[in-house]
């Protein structure tokens, strides 16, 4: 009999036991497994949502990329040099500014007003009613894309009327209101939980004021050409003006993975770390036990002609049942324990509803396998020895005393 054969007949004959540790790996590793989606989750969704906008370079007036951005002064030339680089597909200047959205019948909204010369379907937002930006079609109106949850907190339609005014709540302007006409209803990738975003074309958030007027960037955003790359694209934007700051997407990421994700690496390790251990002490205390309570056992088995190579076969098959098992109950467990993680941690104030802090990915699926096995062997180390260097005479006559 092989020591598969015996491990599967020991966990059928106690079903109890077996059951119990079963649940048991599963749970702790059901938490090891969220770990592990932690581990990079924010880094992946993160890259997903900066590459949604369809740029995959960034031109600052500063270093970093901070909430606050020094100007980029000279947009429109600046604009127009880069898109005669050879290594640039698309270019597209973009505003922001805080300001007030209105309907007929009063009410008013804080928003974030985005400006982009860009009106194609480029810009980080997906319509789900209506149309994109044209900047092509003239209008004595300008046109607006807005958030899904203002269009339902205010009633509007593609086709209705809104109200913008530069400015925020509880402070007086003389500005007055200026009419929109909003063409489409989107999914903004960087709005965050409880905001209201609205694009419009440059010219339209020009209109605003005098501020929204001058010819200035708050980020210059640049589509390589596939066969140039975003690395040729950020060196020769660099060249052409050395005074401002370059990033490709890999590189923001990078500087995000170092900076902003350092802290959920951390936690993501030390966790993971901490249930690796707890399912090593499972599994090893759960064999030490059933080696001791089965001696006489394992020792009639050794009398019969067993060899020590098989005894230790069907011990290290128990605990790759036990966690194999267990394992394989923590995908769907720990999948579903992250989506309620994720929601809660996604309530943080601030953060883009885009941004998700558990995702799955099939690397966290083979590193998951991988700390089970390395965890099976171990644990199952200490009641191998103890199996195959008991001594069978005395044994058998200790159990057949007592």
């Not at 749970?27 to 993160?46: E, H, K, Q, V, Y």
């Not at 994700?261 to 690796?276: D, G, M, N, P």
């Not at 098992?325 to 996604?346: E, H, K, V």
């Amino acid at each position: 009999m092989t020591g598969f054969a015996l491990a599967r007949r020991t966990a059928a004959r106690y079903k109890a036991r077996t059951t119990l540790a079963v649940a048991g790996v599963a749970i702790i590793a059901a938490l090891n497994f969220d770990m592990l989606l932690l581990s990079r989750g924010l880094l992946i969704s993160f890259a997903d949502m900066i590459d949604s906008a369809g740029f995959d370079v960034r031109v600052t007036g500063s270093t970093g990329l901070p909430t606050l951005r020094i100007p980029v002064a000279g947009a429109a030339k600046l604009a127009d040099d880069i898109r005669r680089l050879p290594e640039v597909e698309d270019v597209a200047i973009v505003r922001f500014e805080q300001a007030l959205a209105s309907v007929l019948d009063g009410r008013e909204r804080s928003i974030s007003l985005l400006g982009t010369s860009e009106g194609s379907t480029r810009g980080g937002w997906k319509i789900v009613r209506g149309r994109h930006l044209d900047v092509s079609r003239s209008s004595d109106i300008p046109p607006a894309v807005i958030t899904r949850r203002l269009a339902a907190d205010f009633g509007v339609e593609p086709g209705s009327v809104l109200r913008v005014r530069a400015g925020v709540p509880g402070e007086q302007s003389v500005l007055p209101f200026l009419n929109y006409r909003i063409v489409g209803i989107a999914d903004f990738s960087f709005e965050a939980a409880g905001e209201y975003t609205v694009a419009t074309t440059l010219e339209g958030f020009r209109a605003l004021g005098e501020n929204g007027k001058s010819d200035e960037a708050d980020v210059v955003l640049v589509a390589s050409k596939p066969e140039a790359g975003s690395d040729a694209a950020v060196a020769a934007i660099a060249r052409l003006r050395p005074d401002l700051h370059v990033y490709s997407n890999q590189e923001v990421i990078e500087q995000f993975n170092r900076n902003g994700f350092a802290y959920f690496r951390q936690i993501s390790l030390v966790l993971s770390t901490t249930t690796a251990v707890f399912t090593f002490l499972l599994v090893a205390t759960l064999l030490t036990v059933s080696v001791n309570q089965r001696l006489g056992e394992i020792a009639a088995l050794r009398a019969i002609g067993i060899s020590r190579q098989r005894v230790a076969g069907m011990l290290l098959w128990e605990s790759a049942l036990l966690v194999g098992l267990g394992g394989a109950i923590a995908l769907p467990l720990g999948g579903a324990l992250a989506i309620g993680l994720d929601q809660i941690l996604r309530r943080m104030p601030g953060l883009p509803e885009q941004l998700h802090f558990f995702v799955f990915e099939p690397r966290a699926v083979v590193l998951h396998a991988a700390v089970l096995a390395a965890t099976g062997v171990v644990a199952a180390l200490y009641p191998v020895r103890l199996a195959v260097t008991l001594p069978i005479a005395a044994t058998l006559r200790r159990e057949l005393g007592s």
